[in-house]
């Protein structure tokens, strides 16, 4: 049997993907009940769950019966943006100080994956492994503090850009975390500092388009064929 801190973490996983995916829509109620019976937890458990998806921005609960997938306006995505490419500018410095080769192995075989979903035309999960790219980063870096911050703003941004998408190719992207990779290779801070900042600028000027929201889902089904992946 598994553990509290095992179901939770598998729950908290599959909420997650399901999320930034867009299987689960913004303002998608998330029943405790529901949750609770998928995963064989309490309610207690649950939520704690939320707690940390609220704490990543990916969920609201405030003043809620019912928590619901977060809807970031246009506004606070933009300024989510801004302080997220201030605080990678730094975490560029902290990789750099800590560059070896078992992290530039790490961090390619996070773009083979982007290129496999690329591949496959899979453009939500092209989507999440973009973010989680900089995950990767800031938890190399080595600051805890940083990668708590910066764990927030890129689990928000991953949905502010499944939220807020145009048709573009993900293609792009790949390509900019390769030349990235290159850069910190080389140790060129000022490089690497630049390099991210427009990155991210080119991120945030694809996908900040206001568009529909679509229906929501049966929660249910989405979480069966999330929690699988997530257990994996």
């Given at each position: 049997m598994?553990?509290?801190?095992?179901?939770?973490?598998?729950?908290?996983?599959?909420?997650?993907?399901?999320?930034?995916?867009?299987?689960?829509?913004?303002?998608?109620?998330?029943?405790?009940?529901?949750?609770?019976?998928?995963?064989?937890?309490?309610?207690?458990?649950v939520r704690t769950v939320l707690a940390k998806l609220q704490a990543q921005g990916l969920v609201d609960t405030h003043h809620k019966r019912t928590a619901t997938v977060a809807q970031p306006s246009l506004d606070e995505a933009r300024d989510a943006f801004a302080i997220r490419r201030?605080?990678?500018?730094?975490?560029?410095?902290?990789?750099?100080?800590r560059w070896n080769p078992a992290i530039e192995k790490l961090?390619?075989?996070?773009?083979?994956?982007?290129?496999?979903?690329?591949a496959k035309g899979d453009v939500r999960l092209s989507t999440r492994l973009a973010g989680e790219f900089h995950l990767?980063?800031?938890?190399?870096?080595?600051?805890?503090?940083?990668?708590?911050?910066?764990?927030?703003?890129?689990?928000?941004?991953?949905?502010?850009?499944?939220?807020?998408?145009?048709?573009?190719?993900?293609?792009c992207a790949i390509s900019e975390h390769s030349g990235l990779i290159n850069i910190l290779k080389k140790g060129d801070q000022a490089a690497a500092e630049h390099l991210v900042d427009e990155h991210l600028l080119s991120v945030e000027s694809?996908?900040?388009i206001e568009d529909d929201l679509a229906a929501e889902s049966d929660i249910g089904s989405i979480l069966s064929r999330f929690s699988t992946r997530a257990a994996g």
């Open positions: 598994s553990s509290n801190s095992d179901r939770v973490d598998i729950a908290h996983r599959t909420l997650r993907q399901a999320i930034i995916e867009q299987a689960l829509k913004a303002g998608t109620k998330l029943p405790e009940d529901e949750i609770g019976r998928h995963f064989s937890m309490s309610r207690t458990l201030a605080l990678e500018r730094e975490m560029m410095k902290a990789v750099i100080k961090l390619r075989e996070h773009v083979q994956e982007e290129e496999a979903a690329h990767k980063l800031a938890e190399l870096s080595g600051n805890a503090l940083l990668e708590r911050y910066l764990s927030e703003l890129v689990s928000r941004c991953s949905l502010i850009l499944a939220m807020y998408s145009r048709p573009h190719s993900s293609e694809r996908a900040l």
